[in-house]
Structure formats: structure tokens, C-alpha cells
């Protein structure tokens, strides 16, 4: 990043605060890069895969990929816990290895049952790799500011991805083909080694605390009953459940309707869409930190997902084929996800109790249902309705503001125990 910003600490510029990471940080947010870029080559195109090779309808798509992501909810919960308790290491090992599993069955699946078996140990993946590698740079860096910044570099570097791959799969003719997943399997195996290898066998994160807390994280129930108590949480994670699944139509929903419209150039919009999409949020992020710096975190998120809602509205009122127009609406929807998603993350990360990290952060994977659901409801209200669909999703994007506007002093105050 060569934009010189400033953040929290005026004496600092990104760059120098990026010099005082932990190199295992660099290292992760490294991994990260690597195994989105070739996820990227194929997953967009996903839809497209599964209606031409198993000619399935936008029901039956969003019904395969909404099962298989439950699954990985509830075992996100527990992982997320099971980190705590036994360490971030051995979770992001068998995070890794259910990746390989993963893309591999889904690359070389001649059924629909093998194929929906990857998506599933896909799933798992995200929640055993992803959710103790986020808590393991949160461990590497425990004040407020680094973490942050830790945040809006990891979705950085995910969008970089996102620009490369699609471009890169393209090039290579290797877009909308299955077998593009091997490529992804193959990225996790540095990854694999990394974590075999480089990390230390971590402590638990509650030897510093009684056994009685111990005890409270250890199981999956326990931790439920926490975090269901915990009333602030709950409503910043229904809030982000609600952006997510309006988020999720831009590669489930959007790539289907875009074949009702034209099956003919279906790709070629699906392209223009998320290569749009990408490269805008690259570049806002970039000058969107500084400008938002000064505004209250949660406000930060209302105006993301006011602008997401506007999105919607453009995607509603034009069934157009030209890409200039979906390039357009695109840049608007990627410059709202900007906003919306890393602050999404910051939030529930500044939430989660400093000993309980690890739980909280698996519960926060419950933002997959947004994704899960998404896909469904997605599918269903197109199939039902058409178009349509997108004046829905506005409207819950008007839900997140409200439920935000109304906890507001609530969330203020617990952000204030965090400075």
C-alpha cells in the first residue's frame, strides 16, 4: 500500500504501523492472499458451474449451498471454542487439511453428491483456518489499533485476490471450470506447512483464568449460553447476518439472474460484475480509512449499508444486459461493501472479551447463515418473483440501520471499555 495514511496514532503512518506486525502476521495475511487468489479462479463462477454440469435449478443451487455452509456454522461455534481450549494450531492444521479434502473432491466430483461433500469440508475449512487465523493476529496483536488495521489489510488483500483471479482464470481459459478447485487445494499446502511447522504449540487462552471460566468456554453449549447473554453481541451479529446475506447475492443471485437475462453473455457480465466489484473496493479502502476515521464505528456501518440498499434499488429498477450499466451499479455496491463488511468484522472483533476470543469469534461465523440464507431466499424470490429480489434485499439492508440506530448508546458504552 504506498498511500501514505494516517490512523488512530497521529505519529504514525500505515506504513510504519504495518513495520511493527509480528512477522507471523505478515505471514498469515500472506496465506490469506494466496489461497483467496486461487479460490477466485472458479468459485465466482460457481452458479454457472453447477447449472451447466448438473443442470440445476436457482432453488436447487442455493438449496446445495446453504446446506452445506450450516454445517459449517455449528462447527465454526465449535472450533472457535475448541481454540481457546486447545490452542489456535492444531485447529488451523485440521482447518488446512479439510480445505485440501475439500477443493479436491470438488475438482474431480462426477456427482452431485461428491461435489456437494466438497462444498461441505469447503465450508469447514473456512471455519477451522479462517476464524483461529483471525484470532491468532488478534492474540500477535493486542492493542486496539494494530488489530484494526490487521483487519482492513486481511480484506485488502482478499479483494486484490478477488481483482487477480477471475482475470487469471480467464486468461488461462479456466474460469467456470471445477476443475480450477485443484489450483486452490494445491495453495493450502504451504499453508498446511506453516502451520505444522512455524507456529508454536500455543497455550489455551484461559490458563491465566480460573478453572471455573475454563470450564464456562470449554463446551459448545456453555459457550452458546455466553454469547446468547451477551445482548449487544447478539445484535451486531444479527445485524451482520442481515449484510451478509444481502451481500451474498453478488455471487449466488446476481450470476443466475444474469442467465435469465442472457445466458449468451451471462459470463461475460458475471466478469464485468465482480472485477468491478474488486477493484473498486481495493481502491476505496485505500482513502475510505482516513475519511471514516473520526466517525463512530457503527455509523460507519449505517452508511455502508444505506448505500448497499441503494445498490439494490439499481439492480431492481434496470434488467439491462450492458455492462456499462452493471459495471456502474457494481462500483456503487462495492463502494458500500467497502465500508460495510471490514467494519462489520471490526466490530464484532472489538466485542469479543479478550479471554474469550476465540469463542466469540467462532460464533461470529454465524454470519455465514447471512451467506446460507442468502443463497436460499436468494434463489427462491428470483425463481418466484425475478427481479424482484433486489427490492427485498434494500429493505433489509433498512433493518441493519434501525437495529444499529436502536443500540446505539448500548454499543457506544462497550466500545468505550475497549479504548
Not at 300 to 324: C, D, E, Y
Not at 382 to 392: I, M, P, Q, T, Y
Request: proline content about 3%; aromatic content about 12%.
Amino acid at each position: 500500500m504506498t498511500v501514505r495514511m494516517k490512523i488512530c496514532n497521529d505519529s504514525l503512518t500505515i506504513r510504519q504501523t504495518i513495520a511493527t506486525f509480528p512477522a507471523k502476521v505478515s505471514i498469515l495475511l500472506f496465506f490469506t492472499f494466496l489461497t483467496r487468489l486461487s479460490f477466485f479462479m472458479a468459485w465466482p463462477f460457481l452458479s454457472i458451474i453447477l447449472n451447466r454440469t448438473y443442470q440445476l435449478t436457482p432453488i436447487a443451487i442455493g438449496a446445495l449451498m446453504s446446506g452445506c455452509t450450516f454445517i459449517s456454522i455449528f462447527l465454526g461455534i465449535y472450533g472457535g471454542a475448541l481454540s481457546d481450549r486447545l490452542g489456535r494450531k492444531k485447529l488451523m492444521i485440521f482447518g488446512c487439511l479439510f480445505a485440501i479434502a475439500g477443493y479436491t473432491s470438488t475438482a474431480l466430483a462426477n456427482n452431485v453428491l461428491l461435489f456437494a461433500l466438497g462444498l461441505s469440508f469447503i465450508s469447514i475449512s473456512f471455519s477451522w483456518a479462517d476464524v483461529p487465523g483471525r484470532a491468532l493476529m488478534s492474540d500477535l496483536l493486542q492493542d486496539r489499533r494494530r488489530r484494526e488495521l490487521a483487519l482492513q489489510i486481511r480484506y485488502f488483500v482478499i479483494n486484490i485476490a478477488a481483482v487477480s483471479g477471475p482475470l487469471i482464470g480467464i486468461t488461462a481459459g479456466l474460469n467456470s471450470q471445477k476443475s480450477t478447485f485443484l489450483l486452490t487445494a494445491l495453495s493450502y499446502i504451504p499453508f498446511l506447512f506453516f502451520s505444522l511447522f512455524c507456529l508454536d504449540a500455543d497455550k489455551p487462552a484461559h490458563d491465566d483464568h480460573s478453572d471455573e471460566k475454563r470450564e464456562e468456554s470449554s463446551g459448545t453449549w456453555q459457550v452458546c449460553r455466553l454469547i446468547l447473554r451477551d445482548n449487544v453481541y447478539v445484535v451486531v451479529l444479527i445485524s451482520s447476518i442481515l449484510c451478509y446475506l444481502v451481500y451474498s447475492q453478488i455471487d449466488s443471485v446476481v450470476p443466475q439472474y444474469f442467465l435469465t437475462l442472457d445466458a449468451s453473455r451471462a459470463v461475460d457480465l458475471v466478469t464485468v460484475l465482480l472485477v468491478t466489484n474488486a477493484v473498486t473496493v481495493v481502491v476505496a479502502q485505500l482513502y475510505l480509512v482516513p475519511l471514516l476515521a473520526n466517525i463512530q464505528l457503527e455509523k460507519r456501518i449505517v452508511i455502508g449499508a444505506l448505500i448497499m440498499a441503494l445498490s439494490q434499488l439499481l439492480f431492481w429498477i434496470n434488467p439491462s444486459t450492458s455492462k456499462l450499466w452493471w459495471g456502474g451499479c457494481a462500483a456503487i455496491f462495492s463502494f458500500a461493501e467497502a465500508i460495510l463488511l471490514p467494519n462489520i468484522s471490526i466490530l464484532l472483533d472489538r466485542l469479543a472479551p479478550e479471554r474469550y476470543r476465540g469463542a466469540y469469534l467462532g460464533a461470529s461465523t454465524l454470519v455465514m447463515l447471512g451467506l446460507s440464507l442468502g443463497r436460499i431466499i436468494g434463489g427462491a424470490l428470483l425463481e418466484w418473483w425475478g427481479h424482484n429480489v433486489f427490492f427485498v434485499m434494500s429493505l433489509l439492508c433498512l433493518c441493519v440501520v434501525f437495529l444499529l440506530y436502536a443500540n446505539d448508546k448500548k454499543i457506544q458504552k462497550r466500545l468505550e471499555n475497549d479504548i
